[in-house]
């Protein structure tokens, strides 16, 4: 099992920064990938950015530029820098993490709110 714990979210101004922080501890030597979705009121969740154990990374097209995931390995943390923040980026925060084998499973924080206010 792999547990995951949020931190970071809160309510900020238009054009502001937040960062937040996913603390994973368990079976952290099994994780593949992490990322963060989010969760905007009446929407379905979606993915925001995902870092592979590789270092990889993806973004939606909606944070590209604005948006840096990074992991600190020592840590067991991974981070969502989060720059030039928009009213429609208000949501709740989730992160996640996959392990590919020997089955795929995904495991979830409990998530952080974000308000952006205009």
């Known amino acids: 099992q792999v547990q995951l714990v949020e931190s970071g979210g809160g309510l900020v101004q238009a054009g502001g920064s937040l960062r937040l922080s996913c603390a994973a501890s368990?079976?952290?030597?099994?994780?593949?990938?992490m990322g963060w979705y989010r969760q905007a009121p009446g929407k379905q969740r979606e993915l925001v950015a995902s870092i592979t154990s590789g270092g990889g990374t993806n973004y939606a097209d909606s944070v590209k530029s604005r948006f840096t995931i990074s992991r600190d390995n020592a840590k067991n943390t991974v981070y969502l820098q989060m720059n030039s923040l928009k009213p429609e980026d208000t949501a709740i925060y989730y992160c996640n993490a996959e392990r590919y084998v020997p089955i795929h499973l995904e495991f979830w924080g409990q998530g952080t709110l974000v308000t952006v206010s205009s």
């Open positions: 368990g079976s952290i030597f099994s994780i593949n990938a």
